[in-house]
C-alpha cells in the first residue's frame, strides 16, 4: 500500500481523468466503459495499441481544462469503486506493461506528487492515513493537491505536527473543506504547482481558497501553526 492505492481509497490524479471537464457521474461512467472494453481483450498485450488508439480517438471530443495535459486510457476499475492502472505490472506479471501507455513505464512507475514523494522518504503515511479517514469520499482530489500540499509544509514539522493526534485537528480538516469548495481542486492533476511562495501566507491563501473562504482559511492556518509550535515545545 502507497499515496496511490489506500486500504479504503485510491488516487489516481497523475492518470489525467480529472483534466476532463466533465460531471463525476460521467467520468464514472467512462471509468466503467473503458473497464468493460479493457477486459474484453484478455491481458492480450498484443491488444492494447489498438485499445489505447481507439480510446485516445472516441475520448479526444470531451472538452479539457488543460488541453497540455494527457488523459490516459489505461485507467479503468481494478474493482468496484477502486479506479486504478488496468496495465500495472501488479496485474500483468510484466514490470514493463506500461510501456504501451503515452508516458511509458519509466514515468508511471517512478512519479511521484509532493505528498507521496515525502511519504517514501519518510517511511510513514501520516497524511494520506489522515486523508483517508476524514475524507475518504474526496482523497482523490486531496492528496494530490501539490499547491495545498507547499501550504500545508509551511506548518512546522508537517505532518507530525498536525496528524498524529488521536482525534483529527478541527482546524486542518476545516481548511481542507475550505479548500475542496476551490473550484480548481476538482481539476487537480497533481502537475499543478504553487505561483507564490508558501510562506507568503496571504498570497498563498488568495491562490488556494475562494475570496469568501480566506479569512477563515488564514485563521486555520495561524490555529495550525500556533498548535504545532506549541507541539515542538
Ligand atoms: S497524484 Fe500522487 S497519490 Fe495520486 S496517483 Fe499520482 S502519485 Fe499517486
Ligand atoms: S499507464 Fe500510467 S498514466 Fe496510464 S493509467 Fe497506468 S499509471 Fe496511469
Known amino acids: 500500500m502507497n499515496a496511490c492505492q489506500k486500504n479504503s481509497v485510491s488516487c489516481f490524479a497523475c492518470c489525467g481523468l480529472a483534466n476532463l471537464d466533465l460531471p463525476s457521474d460521467q467520468k464514472e461512467a467512462l471509468l466503467d466503459h473503458r473497464t468493460h472494453e479493457f477486459e474484453k481483450l484478455n491481458m492480450d498485450f498484443s491488444r492494447f495499441p489498438e485499445y489505447r488508439q481507439r480510446r485516445e480517438k472516441e475520448e479526444e471530443a470531451i472538452p479539457r481544462h488543460n488541453s497540455e495535459t494527457y488523459v490516459c486510457p489505461f485507467l479503468g476499475y481494478l474493482e468496484p469503486r477502486r479506479p486504478g492502472c488496468m496495465i500495472h505490472p501488479a496485474r500483468t506479471g510484466d514490470p514493463k506493461s506500461q510501456n504501451y ?41 486531496l492528496i494530490c493537491d501539490s499547491e495545498l500540499y507547499s501550504l500545508l509544509e509551511t506548518i512546522p514539522d508537517f505532518p507530525d505536527s498536525v496528524c498524529k493526534a488521536e482525534k483529527p485537528v478541527q482546524w486542518l480538516i476545516q481548511l481542507i473543506k475550505l479548500r475542496l469548495k476551490h473550484p480548481q481542486s476538482e481539476k487537480n492533476t497533481s502537475f499543478e504547482r504553487l505561483m507564490v511562495r508558501a510562506t507568503q501566507q496571504e498570497a498563498a491563501v488568495a491562490a488556494l481558497f475562494r475570496p469568501e473562504d480566506r479569512e477563515l482559511a488564514l485563521t486555520c492556518l495561524k490555529e495550525l501553526m500556533q498548535l504545532a509550535n506549541r507541539t515542538a515545545h
Not at 509532493?114 to 522518504?121: I, L, Q, S, V
Open 101 to 141: 501507455s503515452f508516458y511509458g513505464a519509466s514515468i508511471c512507475l517512478s512519479y511521484d506528487c509532493p505528498a507521496k514523494d515525502r511519504e517514501e522518504e519518510n517511511g510513514h503515511s501520516l497524511y494520506s492515513d489522515f486523508l483517508e479517514s476524514s475524507f475518504p469520499e474526496q482523497y482523490h482530489r
